[in-house]
């Protein structure tokens, strides 16, 4: 009888470490839904979720990575309501850049990290921008609150590079 999923592939899933990302993307969702709302800057609060899938997709290659940003963006439009898909789309996206770019032109280190990290809370900045602006209007405070939000994630972004790290390397068999 053939399976729609081989054999082959469900034994090299490592249980482990598969429930070990998944209580780290449930505690970055609680982090990111319940603290990191009431810390406010000019009405910005810090957004940590891109720097999840990037740190995913660097740490975990191009298939683990947009596999599991795929179900922190699916968790975080449930949680964002404003947005119906956007996270969805866009974290698997953004962690198989991650991955490749991490596999052919830079290390996995702590700063090249940072700045993938920024580069990617940037993009998904700007991609709600658009989305408002296609909704509603274009205001060049929109800006603004794209690079304080980006300025102000940057410090939690780095609290969560030091998870995927380690478990990446674990063997956790």
Known sequence: MKTLIPR????RINVGKVLRYGIY??????????????????????????????AMGMFEGATWGPLFSLLLGIFADMAFVENSIFFTLSFPILSFAAAF?????INRRFFAYMGAAALGLLIIGFGQLMKTAAA?????????????QTLWSLPFAALVYLPPARLSRADLS
Do not use: K, Y
């Open 25 to 54: 993307l449930l505690l970055t969702l609680i982090l990111q839904n319940i603290f990191l709302t009431q810390l406010r800057i000019a009405g910005v609060c810090p957004l940590i979720l891109p720097a999840v899938a990037v």
């Open 8 to 11: 082959e592939f469900l034994s």
């Open 136 to 148: 509603d209007s274009f205001s060049r405070l929109m800006v603004v609150t794209v690079l304080l």
């Open 101 to 105: 770019v991490s596999n052919f032109f």
